[in-house]
């Protein structure tokens, strides 16, 4: 088990290196402000007596993020629920903190949730503000197909699939003869943009997505994968999924010629992963951002400049997806996850807590 854990480990290393060449990462050094190494000595609690609710998404691969900030706000003396017990998806988190019912998440992802939810919406974008550089740039999407099926019929393009009914019976999966994409949960924004997009190419009648529990939906992809049979499957970085479904070595990521015009823009990857070039991958690079409730952030200025403040490295991130998708994934793994996090960079750390104080 040790060995298969730090191969996925190795793996996981490796594809997100490939895929995020160019992605930021937070510095680490400068002086700390504490004096005993935990962050806490000297420090001001302007959250004392402070009761954040705090959601969290209902992805996993969001989990540790969650916890970092919970665990860094609580160091600021504010008391925080449980972000496990008010677990969303977008479309209801974003009107609760427009109106105030949570007071934030870190797990928005921009422009996807912008334009889905927020966008067009005065009721929730007058009411509520995305902020911080978490991990810019550090979320791509797109759609995947196993390696071997790709090559055989030359395929780069999802419109090509879409567009060919022969293409599109080889990743029929009910016998309808339409390709069934292994997709997201009711809900999510790649489930709605995967549908927009069918529905604004007239791929209808070629294309059809599953969605469902995503965990269950993506291991129904690996095992067709494992077993050789054509496949199509969503799925995003950072995270473990790509540990499974490895681009450049079992799949790889198809491009399009028919985006959705808010979805336009090339990722920076390699033909060995994604053959069409450029890569444009029918979701543009998203950056992962915290979204507050504005009146939360004006009562909060800490807060405030802690969301500010905090950035994380998409290879950190996967790599804990690695070991949650290998056993460690209890609760209380996650918050060990985030506090040896902390620690790692805790003279970093250190200075966020400390500007934050301040401006508390």
Known sequence: MKTRQLRYMAMAMFAVVALFGAACSSDDGG???SDDGDGSADLAQPGEGTTINMARANWSTGYMQAAIYQQLLEELGYEVTDPA???LDPATFFPAAATGDVDFWVNTWSPVHDFQFVEGNPEIADNVTSLGEE????ALQGILIDKPTAEEYDITYIDQIAEDPELSALFDTDGDGIADIFG???????EKNITDW???NDWGSGLTQISGSY?????EAVNRVTDGEPTLAYTWTPSAYVTQLIPGDNVVWLGTEKPLPEQTGAASLGEDVCPAQPCEMGF???DIRVTANNEFLEANPAAEKLFELVKLDVTDVALE??????GEDTEEDVQRHASEWIEEHRDEVDQWLQEAANAG
């Open 321 to 326: 997806n690695v070991k949650y998708d290998n």
């Open 135 to 138: 991990m810019t740039q550090g």
């Open 198 to 200: 069918i529905a604004a």
């Open 85 to 87: 017990q008010n677990e």
């Open 31 to 33: 002086d700390a402000s």
């Open 184 to 190: 997201c949960d009711v809900g999510w924004g790649c």
């Open 284 to 286: 543009v690079a998203s």
């Open 215 to 219: 965990n269950a939906v993506f291991t």
